[in-house]
């Protein structure tokens, strides 16, 4: 039996690992509300179209009239969308991703590199099946300004914008050095992601519970792929970071 020596106070652990135990603990619970935050919509958007709820399809449908109409009488717009909407096409952010991951590979952060185009090509995959599982028919509009191909639920578009958006400006954050700037990179994302979802809708080929299911499963996925991300990291060692304001792996640039 060990004795402890009279007058020497028992061990009672680091002050610090404590303090970091607890911001992992706020970290974690921080992540997991977000994951939920963005779960419930899409959860509550699937079930109601799958049970073809009469007062989501009224909201749908009257939206997507009413910004057809406009659609048809401002023509040099409706050209200018469907161009956007592909330049902020699925294959472009893919293209990016891809792009990008192998300059991080170059850089010598390949797991990083790994975690991009894992998470992007998830997403796109998790996108085809939820379309299959749900097979939702895509707006009839009379004298339609654009086509689709392939099921309506969810918006490929609108979710592959918030996939490649999300990736992108979490690997951009370790490059910002103030909270402005990584707060504007986060706003300009957002603007970019809300700007394909409506270009979508108001080209009649979305209803708008697509593009806000597409945009809410992609951020899903990313925040997902983030947190076990940096579950691997404090499994070896590293320290904690806050990725929606320092990045995925911010060590990889120091």
Known sequence: ????????????????????????????????????????????????????SSPLRSFDEGIALQLHAQALEHPGYTAFLNVATEVFGPWTWRGLVLLTAAWLWYRGAPRLAVWAVATITFGGLLNLAVKGIVDRARPDLPDPVASAPGASFPSGHAMGAALGACILVLILLPFLRTPASRIAAWIVAAVIVVFVAYSRVALGVHWTSDVVAGVALGVVVVVGTAVGFEAWRRGEGRKPVEPPMEGIEPEAFR
């Not at 106070?9 to 303090?19: A, L, M, V």
């Not at 607890?22 to 959860?43: D, E, H, K």
């Open 1 to 52: 039996m060990v004795r402890s020596v009279q007058g020497e106070s028992p061990p009672h652990g680091n002050p610090d690992d404590h303090s970091a135990d607890l911001r992992l603990g706020i970290r974690l619970t921080l992540a997991v509300v977000a994951v939920a935050i963005f779960t419930v919509p899409f959860v509550v958007l699937l079930v109601l179209v799958k049970t073809s």
